[in-house]
């Protein structure tokens, strides 16, 4: 092993980057698979890691790789990039890249004469990363490469035994580094990141000027999320006209955890049917110091999310014209009419850069007898308590070239609310939200509808989604699947090819948390400490269909906590009250005043929009005894959370159980009645991931220089421990 181990390095320290010419008659050569490369990788990381001695392998490598100057600028790829995105803010790091079904060939132009590393992880920072370095030596024009990893316990890079990278061309002008490099989009390689269609988080460093082959600490680094395989829509190159749907400085107070606030907009006067085809963020928030709002660059915005709807009701047209020209209105206090704007048009979240729907598809604006009004929903999470004034919204994107179909967006998931429980110190736990196969008879045309693209959305704690289709008893292949949801990163996934959706049919959301990091349970909410579990779904033709959700049917809640009866209040009327989406409005008479002074009271008032978490903090239970007097809250805060027999009981229970289902039309209508069903009864697709497949292996020949007679005379753990050091201290991040 550690000869090996040592043979490999020593060929990396000494390979260059010489390629012919031809690459379509390049033969990458086939390796035996290494199965023991995990093993010997954790040996490694138990050795002290030093850098004493670091310097005699750099000045080994210096000695030996003193030779002709060979220009590597000749072997460039002349790749047409499909894809090119800048990694920093200004632009100093571009990465261009084009796959086929089976590898990825990558470009990286940065502003560095320094080595150029790139990761790939589903995690921000080194740990675990699959990393590549590489860079030209200012000496003699010649380019490296070399394929490391971050180990699981520390910021460091370490050669991989198995170089799996391969060097198109490196060079560099008197400004900049271009590397050009290949590799398998899985590699069969455990030191490597499979490629696949989940976030990427692409790591970047740059070392300082001069660092050709010594790699000390970077100079700059940062983080990107892509998605490599799946990108979002670009805007088409035709010019497009906006409509700025904007709130107008609005006055954020400093004692508000979290606010929404709603605005009616009346749609621009068109004479004709136009296409949404695309919106964008309009963040403008300027905090407010001793009075006076400021112009801060780098501030962080306190808007969270924001959801623009189609309003269904415009009876009195006076009477939306006035809303319209006013500010509008706190969330909670909106006008009863304003629940008629259910049809989403519009969802951003906090990291989108905003979307383009695909170019078969738009949104209907300004048709003769369609939507004259919208209401735009912005969600600030100001757990910073600033007083912030802000004028953000969306920028719509419309024209008058209209696209092939009528789209519309479908919200389905789980209802938020506080009845969705995820409880603490969970690594993977799975809540469902169903939209029912009555929902779907009712609502869609015969032939069914035309699924494009998903939003997947949850916060922080959610470190999975999926959009799961079942047809009769059968699982449909998942129509988009997220394995490393970045909650800053809400950029919605086009379906490969599109995914039929017929009547009966039947959707499911689900979300998987890892809720390690809290010590109380996480209920449903808007808030970002709060959880979701929801998907937006673009589709055509547009149907009556607005919104499909479930929730846990409050009976059955309760009793999967082990609570049978609250005083005062029946589970009925409890029940009631989650309809309303928790608003006190609907209190019985005997609690209303208690209730609704006492949180006013509480932490939860400044919440705003709460979903019954103040609810949950308010019930007092009955039965059974042993939990007597106390509140709901204070129950499911003193569970034994850490015995997983019970959560996987609970999990199981609300999981499989039975679920509430609604289905609200666009005109604010039920598409079908509310109901409680059992989870649906089928046989759930096989995950081809956990199936064993064979592997390929392959990786880049690497020039073969062997001095097999120090491997008898060096003590090689030692060696291989020294080689390794010296190319493993590139810190990227945190
Ligand atoms: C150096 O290369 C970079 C990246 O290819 C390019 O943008 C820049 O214009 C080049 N500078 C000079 C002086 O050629
Ligand atoms: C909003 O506030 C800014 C700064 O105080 C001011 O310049 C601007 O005119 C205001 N806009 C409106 C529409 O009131
Ligand atoms: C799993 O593989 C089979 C056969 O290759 C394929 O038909 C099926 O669609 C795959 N399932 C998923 C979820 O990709
Ligand atoms: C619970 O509270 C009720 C009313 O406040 C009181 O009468 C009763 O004794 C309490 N029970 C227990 C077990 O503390
Ligand atoms: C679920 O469906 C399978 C296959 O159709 C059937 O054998 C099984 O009895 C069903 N289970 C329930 C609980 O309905
Ligand atoms: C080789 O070096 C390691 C680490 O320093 C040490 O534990 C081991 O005893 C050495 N082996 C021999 C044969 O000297």
Redesign the pocket.
């Given at each position: 092993m550690h000869i090996q181990t040592f043979i490999t390095l020593t060929v990396i320290l000494l390979c260059d980057a010489k390629l012919p010419r031809q690459k379509e008659t390049y033969q990458i050569n086939e390796l035996p698979a290494n199965p023991t490369q995990n093993a010997a990788a954790q040996r490694l990381l138990q050795?002290d890691r030093k850098t004493k001695t670091t310097s005699k392998i750099v000045d080994q490598y210096k000695v030996r790789n003193r030779r002709n100057v060979f220009d590597s600028k000749s072997y460039e790829s002349g790749l047409i990039w499909a894809h090119s995105e800048r990694l920093d803010e200004s632009g100093d790091v571009v990465i261009r890249w084009v796959n086929s079904d089976s590898s990825i060939t990558f470009r990286v132009e940065a502003k560095t004469k320094g080595y150029i590393g790139i990761g790939f992880n589903s995690r921000r920072n080194m740990r675990g990363a699959d990393l590549v370095v590489a860079w030209v030596d200012d000496r003699n024009g010649n380019a490296q490469i070399l394929d490391c990893h971050g180990p699981e316990i520390d910021n460091i890079a370490v050669a991989d035994e198995v170089q799996n990278y391969e060097l198109i061309s490196g060079y560099q002008n008197e400004t900049h580094t271009t590397i050009e490099f290949r590799r398998q989009l899985d590699t069969c390689d455990r030191q490597d990141f499979l490629i696949g269609d989940d976030t990427t988080q692409v790591l970047w460093a740059l070392g300082p000027d001069g660092s050709d082959g010594e790699l000390p600490k970077h100079v700059h680094s940062g983080s990107r999320p892509l998605r490599l395989l799946l990108p979002v829509p670009k805007p088409e190159s035709i010019p497009l006209r906006h409509w700025d749907v904007r709130l107008f400085n609005l006055t954020i107070p400093h004692d508000m955890a979290t606010l929404f606030w709603c605005k009616i907009f009346k749609a621009p006067d068109l004479p004709m049917k136009h296409h949404i085809v695309g919106y964008q963020p309009l963040i403008d928030s300027r905090p407010i110091r001793n009075g006076r709002p400021i112009l801060e660059k780098n501030s962080l915005s306190p808007v969270h999310h924001m959801v623009m709807y189609e309003c269904a009701e415009d009876l009195d047209k006076q009477m939306w014209n006035d809303w319209a020209e006013s500010d509008g209105e706190f969330g909670p206090m909106r006008p009863r009419e304003w629940a008629s704007c259910v049809t989403p048009i519009a969802a951003w979240a906090m990291g989108s850069k905003g979307e383009f729907l695909p170019e078969n598809v738009g949104i209907p604006l300004g048709e003769k007898g369609g939507v004259s009004y919208y209401m735009l929903e912005v969600h600030y999470d100001n757990q910073a308590l600033h007083e912030v004034l802000d004028s953000s919204g969306i920028r719509i994107h419309y024209t008058p070239s209209l696209r092939a179909h009528d789209a519309a967006l479908l919200g389905s998931g789980i209802g938020v609310s506080a009845l969705h429980v995820i409880p603490p110190k969970q690594r993977q736990y799975r809540t469902v939200g169903i939209c029912s196969p009555e929902c779907s008879t009712n609502t869609m045309p015969e032939e069914g509808i035309n699924i494009v693209s998903v939003l997947l959305h949850a916060h922080g704690q959610a470190r999975k989604i999926s959009l799961k289709h079942i047809r009769g008893n059968e699982e449909l292949p998942r129509i988009s699947e997220e394995n490393s949801y970045d909650v800053h990163y809400q950029q919605s996934r086009i379906v490969p090819g599109g995914r039929k959706f017929l009547r009966g049919d039947t959707l499911i959301t689900e979300c998987t948390y890892d809720s390690t990091a809290r010590d109380k349970p996480i209920l449903g909410g808007y808030s970002v400490l709060q959880e979701m579990c929801l998907s937006f779904v673009l589709y055509y033709p547009r149907t009556e269909l607005a919104g499909c959700y479930s929730m846990p049917p409050v009976q059955e809640f309760f009793e999967t906590f082990g609570v049978k009866e609250f005083y005062g209040i029946s589970m009925v009327q409890v029940e009631n009250l989650f309809f309303s989406s928790g608003s006190l409005d609907n209190l019985p008479p005997q609690l209303e005043l208690d209730f609704k002074q006492q949180q006013r009271a509480e932490e939860t008032a400044v919440q705003g929009d709460d979903q019954g978490v103040g609810l949950l903090k308010e019930l007092l239970i009955k039965e059974p005894p042993e939990f007597r007097n106390k509140t709901f809250i204070a129950h499911l805060n003193e569970m034994p959370w850490s015995e997983s027999l019970l959560t996987e009981q609970i999990e199981k229970t609300l999981y499989r159980g039975t679920h509430m289902t609604f289905c609200k039309k666009r005109d604010d209508t039920w598409g079908a009645p509310i109901e409680i069903q059992n989870f649906p009864n089928f046989t759930e697709l096989q995950n081809n991931e956990t199936a064993d497949k064979t592997c390929h292996y392959k990786s880049v020949k690497l020039p073969s220089v062997t001095t097999p007679n120090i491997a008898n005379t060096i003590?090689l753990?030692?060696f291989t421990l020294t080689a390794l050091t010296a190319i493993q201290i590139l810190y990227i991040m945190r």
């Open positions: 050795f003590n753990s030692r």
